[in-house]
């Protein structure tokens, strides 16, 4: 486990990988961004709770394959203790049964390890910024599997308004950009984006998103 000092004003992340090559190639790469800083590391998932919840990062890479609690389980843990941290899945990884559970599971999206270092800086404050990274081929796949009770029948519930927004989340559109878009105040979009989780009992905006993906609403 390494930590470093606080870094105010920047993008805080923690790289949770069993793998220190990858840590260390991580680190390396991300150290040289003005914006983003590496406050810690972890080789498992059960280090890496231990850690986030300690020093409390913006941004959470995680790797899905580790031994003993693996990413998934390790993300569940996370959002049953309401850390705050937005986790991007960092996997060699890409059959849809893995990077799927990740994103039920509350993943702000996935990135591929042989990612353009420039891409993978860009997806960090896209998460950061409160983007969802659905990639396609997921989102197709998504579109042919069961509901599994998450508001199942429930978007008739939505009003016009908290439709749109769905919308846009699906879209990938952060709170900011929804606020803009439909020209409204982030407090204002910040209760739709409650009341959409509430109506369709689901635990996040990246639920949300995929439950728009399956429903067609969105782009």
């Not at 920047?10 to 190639?25: A, M």
């Not at 998932?45 to 790797?63: N, Q």
């Not at 016009?160 to 846009?168: A, C, D, K, M, Y």
Request: hydrophobic share 40%; no cysteine; aromatic share 2%.
């Amino acid at each position: 486990m390494t930590e470093t000092g606080d870094g105010a004003g920047t993008i805080r992340v923690l790289l949770v990988d069993d793998h220190q090559v990858v840590r260390r190639g991580l680190r390396t790469f991300l150290e040289i961004q003005d914006d983003i800083e590496v406050v810690g590391e972890a080789a498992d998932g059960t280090e890496g709770i231990a850690v986030a919840e300690r020093l409390r990062p913006d941004v959470v890479l995680m790797d899905v394959k580790m031994p003993g609690t693996d990413g998934i389980e390790a993300l569940r843990t996370l959002r049953e203790l309401a850390n705050p941290a937005r986790v991007l899945i960092v996997t060699s990884f890409t059959e849809q049964r893995t990077v799927v559970p990740a994103l039920r599971a509350g993943a702000a999206g996935y990135v591929y390890k042989d990612i353009d270092p420039e891409a993978l800086a860009g997806a960090i404050r896209s998460v950061h910024a409160g983007h969802v990274l659905l990639q396609s081929e997921v989102a197709g796949a998504l579109l042919t599997q069961d509901e599994g009770g998450n508001g199942q029948g429930r978007g008739t519930t939505l009003t016009e308004r908290e439709s749109e927004v769905l919308g846009l989340i699906a879209d990938g559109r952060s709170n900011r950009e929804i606020a803009r878009a439909l020209v409204l105040s982030e407090k204002t979009v910040k209760t739709h984006v409650s009341n959409i989780l509430m109506k369709l009992d689901l635990a996040d905006r990246t639920q949300a998103a995929l439950w728009a993906v399956r429903h067609g609403v969105g782009g």
